[in-house]
């Protein structure tokens, strides 16, 4: 793991976590958290020292299972703990750090990550450095860990953050108990608390969970509507729902912009209209299920990995529902791109503009492109291969330029020198041999009755 040139002053390439235990309590009134983080890790390689990403709360006390003084230091960005012995590369090790404070946001240029205050609740946003905010951590993309979160807070309250495992109420105090077993990078642990009525949700066969406040309810409905057949057209097309369960959460506040999380996707009342008027995004943040969240980055450059892949779902689940097909979406938004600046590489777009809507949806161009070029069942091929060979771990661009060739038994060399590398957008391809102009709707392609799906909306 090496420092990520988009976010430089956080993570350390001297070890990789392997288990969070958060013992977190929180309190609403005076937007109070005392944590206890219990980190185990593995050296990368020899050192006597490592360093966690904690800011704007305080780290009170750091022990160690290694033995011998150990000591800390810390700055606004990092706690620096010294060993007390070094370590040699792969040697186990584990620190518990008590920590407190008021948590509140971090301010960067891709603006107010983190922690924040609800009007009524909390809310956890953290992509790409908001992590530290609320705990101490190895904030860099590719280091996935498992969790154990132990959430105490007002009664009243319901919290989501991962599976639930249990809840008591004890002196005045509800705790919830939480564990992810699926590896997790920093940025996508999450807690969200509200004054939230909960239901489950059959989503063709996987486990799911919407929170939201009671008197969203006929809002919610309407608009989660078509989600359990969302959850089965991106299952074919992209492979089996990689998690236990999705959850869903509705706030009671405005937000500027939905935000999925590990097994999770958060959205505003402003998102949830009652008209289905922002389905595409319910669609976007369910996708990242597989690609972001699953299929992880190795680091921030690939961004179009995760953003382009989301976008692509959205027109994949028009044309699959009854909308605009992939195509004429491809053609609008071509248009679109080809009268904006063209001086972005999708390869590496930079840390001020990895965000830019120009990386959503050139990324999901550059699939629309490769389905043109390489043929409907090469192309979900390629998809479904590669959430499967990378699921629960982290790629890059470069293994998804391989992934591609290999499946498809061809050169794409030139393609993806063109769409990734070079600035000017390059002209959408011909369709591949033998096929349409416009490819078939994603149902034939995949072979799904349109009728199982439509019936439900």
């Excluded at 090496?2 to 990789?16: E, F, K, L, N, V």
């Excluded at 089965?232 to 506040?253: C, I, M």
């Excluded at 063209?342 to 990324?363: A, H, I, N, T």
């Excluded at 661009?397 to 990734?420: C, I, K, P, Q, Y």
């Amino acid at each position: 793991m090496s420092p990520d040139d988009y976010t430089p002053h956080s993570g350390d390439r001297r070890y990789r976590v392997e288990h969070y235990d958060l013992t977190i309590d929180y309190r609403l009134g005076t937007n109070r958290l005392d944590g206890v983080a219990v980190v185990r890790g593995r050296a990368a390689e020899a050192t006597r020292a490592i360093s966690l990403d904690l800011a704007g709360l305080r780290a009170t006390k750091v022990r160690s299972d290694l033995g011998g003084r150990i000591g800390f230091t810390q700055t606004d960005r990092k706690v620096k703990v010294a060993l007390g012995r070094e370590l040699a590369a792969g040697d186990p090790f584990e620190l518990t750090i008590s920590y407190g404070g008021a948590p509140r946001p971090r301010r960067t240029r891709w603006g107010t990550l983190g922690w924040e205050e609800l009007e009524d609740g909390a809310i956890v946003a953290s992509q790409p450095i908001g992590a530290p905010s609320w705990f101490p951590c190895n904030d860099h993309p590719s280091d996935k860990a498992t969790y154990r979160l132990s959430i105490t807070t007002d009664p009243g309250y319901a919290v989501a953050a991962a599976e639930p495992v249990s809840t008591t109420t004890k002196g005045g105090r509800t705790t919830w108990i939480f564990e992810r077993t699926i590896p997790t990078p920093s940025y996508l642990a999450t807690v969200q608390i509200g004054k939230y009525v909960s239901r489950g949700m059959d989503l063709s066969g996987v486990e799911g969970q919407v929170l939201h406040p009671a008197g969203l309810t006929a809002r919610v409905d309407a608009d989660l509507a078509p989600l359990p057949q969302m959850m089965a057209v991106f299952a074919e097309a992209f492979g089996p729902y990689p998690l236990p369960s999705y959850r869903l959460v509705v706030t009671a506040d405005d937000l500027e912009i939905p935000l999925e999380a590990q097994g999770m996707g958060v959205f505003g009342a402003n998102h949830i209209d009652g008209r289905g008027s922002l389905e595409r995004l319910i669609a976007h943040e369910l996708a990242h299920q597989w690609f972001g969240n699953s299929v992880g980055l190795a680091r921030w450059r690939d961004i179009w990995l995760n953003e382009g892949f989301a976008c692509y779902a959205e027109w994949i689940w028009s044309e699959r529902s009854g909308g605009h097909s992939a195509h004429a979406k491809a053609l609008g938004h071509w248009t679109a791109l080809a009268a904006e600046p063209q001086d972005l590489v999708l390869s590496d777009p930079g840390p001020e503009v990895m965000f830019d809507d120009r990386v959503y949806k050139r990324g999901a161009l550059v699939l629309h492109a490769l389905r043109l070029t390489v043929g409907e069942d090469a192309f979900f091929q390629i998809l479904r291969t590669w959430t499967s060979r990378h699921a629960g771990a982290t790629a890059t661009t470069e293994d998804f330029r391989t992934l591609a060739a290999s499946v498809a038994g061809r050169r794409l060399e030139a393609f993806f020198d063109a769409w990734l590398d070079a600035e000017a957008l390059p002209p959408l391809p011909e369709a591949a041999a033998g096929a349409a102009v416009e490819p078939a709707p994603v149902t034939q392609a995949l072979n799904v009755n349109p009728r199982a799906v439509d019936g439900t909306r």
